[in-house]
């Protein structure tokens, strides 16, 4: 209750204590009415004294809170219903408004939470895949690395093989010039062919030729590459 309905209050006791206007048994509200005289029957009019009683006289527009002291009782109260009911509504409307707002913050919340929480499992997976993709590349690329070692190490030893080999075949090529420059007299051997055709101005190659062919053909010697000079013994025509 507010300060000014416990100001309009009345004791419902001591209001009904208060006598009422017209003689009448109800403290809500007076009312305004002319009783009836007692009629008796006639046996009874000689023994009974007939009484009537005077009408009230007063305005029929007088006012509530003219009655008593303490004004209206009825009008006061239903203000005060009325005002202690819109006082409830109002109550019950901010009770229901902060209900809902606090529901609404926790359905926020809640929704915050759920949100956040997926959106970290999210990050979560994908750094996990991340991470084994990373795993995954940095094993591939060691891979490589020992491929191109492996690789690198076949090329420096075949280069080195292909040095050595080109050293070889240039030392056996001046082997052979120098075994060819160097040949002496003791290590050679002389051949002496009678009845060797002649020809006039026969070249010193076609000579070679024709001598080699005639080994072959005769004993199956090969003397290409052997023959070093020529020269005839009996005197030249």
């Excluded at 001598?211 to 010697?221: A, K, P």
């Amino acid at each position: 209750m507010t300060i000014d309905h416990k100001n309009k209050w009345q004791c419902q006791a001591c209001y009904c204590k208060i006598p009422k206007v017209g003689n009448t048994n109800t403290p809500i509200r007076p009312q305004d009415r002319e009783l009836s005289q007692k009629t008796k029957s006639p046996c009874e009019e000689s023994n009974i004294t007939v009484m009537k009683r005077t009408t009230n006289t007063y305005n029929n527009t007088f006012n509530s809170d003219d009655l008593s002291i303490l004004g209206d009782t009825i009008n006061a109260d239903e203000k005060e219903t009325a005002t202690a009911t819109q006082f409830t509504l109002q109550s019950i409307s901010e009770i229901i408004m902060l209900r809902l707002k606090e529901n609404n913050t926790a359905i926020i919340t809640e929704i915050k939470s759920t949100i956040q929480s997926k959106i970290n499992k999210a990050i979560n997976t994908l750094k996990e895949e991340i991470e084994q993709k990373t795993d995954i590349l940095n094993k591939q690329n060691e891979l490589r690395k020992e491929e191109i070692e492996k690789i690198s190490m076949k090329i420096e030893y075949l280069t080195e093989e292909n040095e050595k080999l080109k050293k070889e075949i240039l030392d056996m090529k001046n082997s052979k010039d120098t075994s060819n420059v160097t040949c002496t007299e003791t290590n050679s051997k002389k051949i002496v062919l009678y009845g060797l055709a002649e020809y006039y101005k026969e070249p010193e190659l076609e000579l070679h030729n024709r001598i080699s062919e005639l080994f072959y053909n005769t004993m199956n010697v090969d003397l290409t590459g052997y023959i070093e000079n020529t020269y005839r013994i009996a005197q030249e025509k």
